[in-house]
Nanobody, 124 residues
Framework: VQLQASGGGLVQTGGSLRLSCAASERTFSTYSVGWFRHAPGKEREFVAA????????YYADSVKGRFTISRDNAKNTMYLQMNSLTPEDTAVYYC??????????????????WGQGTQVTVSS
């Protein structure tokens, strides 16, 4: 499965962005999918994830209440709506897909397929 992330950009503090991640195959619907981010000088960080069925959502504490993950299996696409952005959200955001037990859904090593990343920069 190939993943193509898009939607990053430069936004001011308090602004919003919507990231998209398009998958190349219809098997996308059978994978759990997630968003991770990597900021300079920091380790890659889990942001959000959603099960294949879309019924269960998972968020990092740092984004809970501000970010919303969703998916449209008919379009082979996942999204990350980001609101109330702060400079601490500045990072390269990656989408990923994999099959795992739910207790490990926050672990990046559980994801087999990764997008190329899209830069999000939040100015103060």
């Amino acid at each position: 499965v190939q993943l193509q992330a898009s939607g990053g950009g430069l936004v001011q503090t308090g602004g919003s962005l919507r990231l998209s991640c398009a998958a190349s195959e219809r098997t996308f619907s059978t994978y759990s999918v997630g968003w991770f981010r990597h900021a300079p000088g920091k380790e890659r960080e889990f942001v959000a994830a959603i099960k294949s069925s879309g019924g269960s959502l998972y968020y990092a504490d740092s984004v809970k209440g501000r970010f919303t993950i969703s998916r449209d299996n008919a379009k082979n696409t996942m999204y990350l709506q980001m609101n109330s952005l702060t400079p601490e959200d500045t990072a390269v955001y990656y989408c990923a897909a994999g099959r795992m037990v739910l207790s490990t859904i926050r672990r990046p090593d559980q994801y087999r397929y990764w997008g190329q990343g899209t830069q999000v920069t939040v100015s103060s």
